[in-house]
């Protein structure tokens, strides 16, 4: 449904008939389960497990749609909200219903090109704290800061995630020695892109920490980062200082 422009009503729509669909599945298994159906017939519904929303339009009645379906939601793997305006008040609204889903297979959400900031990433991050299912976050072209960087490397804690992107986020080096602290002790993350974001000397020394330790790390994307002789230099420092390092993609040189 990506940049279709359906608006809220459209958005509302299509919510009421993923949850009455989404009724019926649960109702025909546990009927199923009573023996007074075949799997047959359980196999004739099925259940949307990725859904793109991404430039529709939504607004805040749309959004109050798509939380309300994720409370209720069984199936859903991966979720597009990205370029919709997105403000704190929505993100905490859905968040919310993530933390409420036990059952929700959230496995990879994308929400870039939003109007997040820190308070938003803050109930995100709480409600998505230990979800066992998340491998992939995009919260780039944002306005999450240092604060919101901070807030992501908490994450990185409590979820055993593959991919993280915070690109053009205005983080500087407070926000980038929490993320590379943490990136230094993880051994999941095999992706991560702060593009567009400062990396001065003291940053930079962060990330060579970061690539010293880390044995995890394929992808290090650093584009527009006005990375000068002194950041590659220290940046290198780390890579080659790690001989048990993946690293195989590193841009922004």
């Not at 919510?15 to 109702?27: F, G, K, T, V, W």
């Not at 704290?129 to 491998?135: A, F, H, I, P, Q």
């Not at 001989?243 to 590193?250: A, G």
Request: net charge positive; charged share 20%.
């Amino acid at each position: 449904m990506t940049a279709n422009k359906i608006g809220h009503e459209g958005v509302k729509s299509l919510a009421r008939s993923i949850i009455l669909n989404d009724a019926r599945l649960e109702a025909l298994k546990e009927a199923e389960h009573s023996r007074h159906i075949t799997d047959e017939h359980t196999r004739r519904v099925s259940s949307i497990r990725e859904l793109f929303l991404g430039g529709t339009h939504i607004k805040s009645a749309g959004f109050a749609s798509v939380a309300n379906m994720i409370l209720l939601n069984r199936s859903f793997q991966v979720l597009n909200l990205s370029d919709n305006e997105m403000m704190d008040r929505y993100l905490a609204l859905l968040s919310q219903s993530i933390s409420r889903n036990n059952y929700l297979p959230l496995g990879k959400i994308y929400l870039f090109f939003n109007k997040i900031t820190c308070v938003g990433v803050e109930s995100f991050v709480n409600a998505v704290w230990g979800l066992k299912t998340l491998r992939k976050i995009r919260l780039d072209n944002n306005l999450i800061r240092d604060r919101g960087a901070q807030l992501a490397e908490v994450v990185l804690t409590s979820i055993s995630l593959f991919v993280l992107d915070l690109e053009f986020n205005s983080i500087s080096t407070a926000g980038i020695k929490a993320l590379m602290k943490s990136i230094a002790e993880n051994n999941t993350l095999t992706s991560l892109t702060i593009s567009g974001n400062q990396l001065d000397t003291n940053a930079s020394k962060a990330v060579s920490f970061a690539l010293a330790y880390n044995q995890s790390l394929r992808s290090l994307y650093i584009d527009k980062c006005s990375v000068g002789y002194a950041t590659q230099r220290h940046i290198s420092a780390g890579i080659v200082s790690n001989s048990s390092i993946k690293l195989c993609v590193l841009t922004g040189f």
